[in-house]
C-alpha cells in the first residue's frame, strides 16, 4: 500500500499568503518611486552640473584668452620697449665712438703742439722770445688737455650710461622671455579638451605655488621695468646730446685756438722776414760800405807814402841849402817856403795818420758790425726755419696724414746753403 509523502517544514495560511503579497508589491512601488525620485534628481543634478561645467569652462576659457590678451599687450609694450632700448644703445654707442674718437684726434693735435714748442727751443740767442706764437701754443696745450679732460670725462659717463641701459635691456629682456613663456603655457591650456591625449589627474593641482604673486604686483613689476627703462633712456639721450654738444664746442674751442695760433705764427713770421730783409740790406750795405773804407785807406796810404816823399824832398832841399857858403847862408823867401811846406807836410802828415787810424777803427767796427749782422742773419733764418717747419706740422690738424706731403721750403733751403757759405768766408 503505498503512502504519501509530506515535505518537512513549516506551513504558512493562506491569509500569510495574501499577507505577504501584498506587502511584496507594497515593496516593489515604494522602491520604483524612491528609484524615479533618485532619478529625476540624478537628471536634474546632471542637467545642473553639465550647464555649471560647461559655464565654467566657458568662464575659464574667456579668463585664458583675456589672460593671453593682457599678457599679449605686455609682451608688445616690452617688444617696443626693447627695440626702443636697442635703438638707443646704438646711438650712445655711436656717440662713444664719436667722442673716442674727438679724443684721439686731440693726441694729434696735442702732439705737433708739443712738436712746435720743441722745435722752437733750437731757436738761438736773442731769438729765444717769449713771443705770441709761444703764448699761443701753451694756451693750445692748456685748450687741448681741457678738452681732452672733458671728453674723457663724457666717455666714462656714457659708458656708465650703457652699463645701465644693457642693466635695463637685461631686466626687459628677462620679463620679455617670461611673458613669452606665460603665453605659451596659457595658449596650450586653452587648447586642451576632454579629448586631450596629454590630460590626468594630478596631485593637489589647487595647491598655491611658492613665490606666486598678486596680479597687481605682476602688473606694477612690469611697469617699474618699464618705467625704469624709459628713465634710462631718457638720461642716455640727455647724455648724448650732452655729449655731442661737448665734441662741437672742444672742436670748435680747438679750432679757434688753431686759428689763433696760426695766426700768430704768420705774424711773427712776417715780422723775422721783415727783420731778415732788414738785415740783409744792413748786411749790403755795410759791405759796400767796408769796401768804400778799404778803399779810403788805401787811397790814404798812398796819399801818406807821397807826403812821405814830398817831406823828403823838402827837407833834402833844406838840408842841402845848409850848405850854402858865408852870406849866402841867408833866409830868403826860399828859405821860408821850405820851412813852411816841412811843417805843412808834417800836418798833413799827422793829420792823415790819424785819419787812417780812424778809418781802420771805423772798418774794424764794421767787421764786428758785419758779424754780429751775420749772426743775427744766422740766428733769424734759423728761426724762419724753425717757424716754418712747424706751419708746415701743423697742417696734419687740417690735411688728412694719407694726403699730407711735407712743403719744400725754396727760400729756407737757399738761406740755409747762404749761412754755411758766410760761415765758411769768416771762418
Not at 493562506?14 to 515593496?27: G, I
Not at 674727438?102 to 731757436?123: F, G, H, M, P
Request: hydrophobic share 35%.
Amino acid at each position: 500500500m503505498a503512502t504519501l509523502s509530506v515535505k518537512p517544514g513549516q506551513r504558512f495560511s493562506v491569509p500569510d499568503w495574501h499577507t505577504n503579497s501584498h506587502l511584496l508589491s507594497a515593496d516593489a512601488e515604494r522602491q520604483r518611486s524612491a528609484s524615479h525620485q533618485v532619478r529625476q534628481e540624478a537628471r536634474a543634478l546632471r542637467n545642473e552640473t553639465n550647464s555649471q561645467t560647461k559655464w565654467d569652462e566657458h568662464d575659464n576659457q574667456t579668463r585664458l584668452a583675456d589672460r593671453i590678451s593682457s599678457v599679449n599687450r605686455w609682451k608688445e609694450r616690452l617688444d617696443k620697449c626693447l627695440a626702443d632700448v636697442d635703438a638707443e644703445i646704438d646711438a650712445l654707442a655711436k656717440v662713444k665712438e664719436a667722442a673716442e674718437h674727438a679724443l684721439q684726434a686731440k693726441n694729434l693735435a696735442l702732439d705737433v703742439s708739443i712738436e712746435c714748442l720743441t722745435l722752437r727751443e733750437s731757436r738761438r740767442d736773442i731769438d729765444v722770445v717769449r713771443d705770441p706764437a709761444e703764448e699761443e701754443l701753451h694756451r693750445e696745450v692748456k685748450v687741448i688737455d681741457k678738452a681732452k679732460r672733458e671728453l674723457q670725462q663724457k666717455v666714462t659717463e656714457i659708458f656708465q650710461q650703457l652699463c645701465h641701459l644693457q642693466e635695463a635691456r637685461q631686466q626687459l629682456s628677462c620679463d620679455h622671455r617670461h611673458k613669452m613663456e606665460a603665453l605659451e603655457i596659457d595658449r596650450i591650456c586653452l587648447s586642451l579638451g576632454v579629448n586631450s591625449p596629454n590630460i590626468s589627474f594630478k596631485v593637489n593641482p589647487t595647491r598655491v605655488p611658492g613665490g606666486s604673486t598678486t596680479l597687481d604686483e605682476w602688473q606694477r613689476h612690469s611697469q617699474d621695468n618699464k618705467e625704469h627703462a624709459e628713465a634710462e633712456m631718457k638720461a642716455s639721450s640727455q647724455l648724448r646730446e650732452a655729449a655731442v654738444l661737448t665734441i662741437a664746442q672742444t672742436n670748435n674751442e680747438l679750432e679757434a685756438q688753431r686759428v689763433a695760433t696760426e695766426f700768430a705764427f704768420r705774424k711773427r713770421i712776417r715780422d723775422m722776414e721783415r727783420a731778415y730783409n732788414e738785415l740783409k740790406w744792413q748786411e749790403q750795405n755795410t759791405l759796400e760800405e767796408i769796401a768804400e773804407q778799404e778803399e779810403d785807406i788805401r787811397r790814404l796810404e798812398d796819399d801818406l807814402r807821397r807826403k812821405a816823399q814830398d817831406l823828403k824832398v823838402a827837407q833834402t832841399r833844406l838840408e842841402i841849402r845848409t850848405c850854402r857858403p858865408e852870406r849866402e847862408l841867408c833866409r830868403d823867401q826860399a828859405q821860408y817856403g821850405l820851412t813852411d811846406e816841412v811843417h805843412q807836410l808834417e800836418g798833413t802828415i799827422r793829420a792823415l795818420k790819424q785819419k787812417l787810424a780812424e778809418s781802420q777803427d771805423a772798418l774794424d767796427a764794421l767787421y764786428r758790425q758785419l758779424y754780429r749782422t751775420q749772426t743775427d742773419l744766422g740766428y733769424k733764418a734759423n728761426s724762419l726755419v724753425l717757424d716754418k717747419k712747424c706751419m708746415d706740422s701743423r697742417r696734419k690738424l687740417v690735411v688728412p696724414a694719407e694726403k699730407f706731403v711735407p712743403e719744400v721750403d725754396t727760400f729756407n733751403r737757399t738761406t740755409n746753403r747762404e749761412l754755411k757759405n758766410k760761415q765758411l768766408e769768416l771762418a
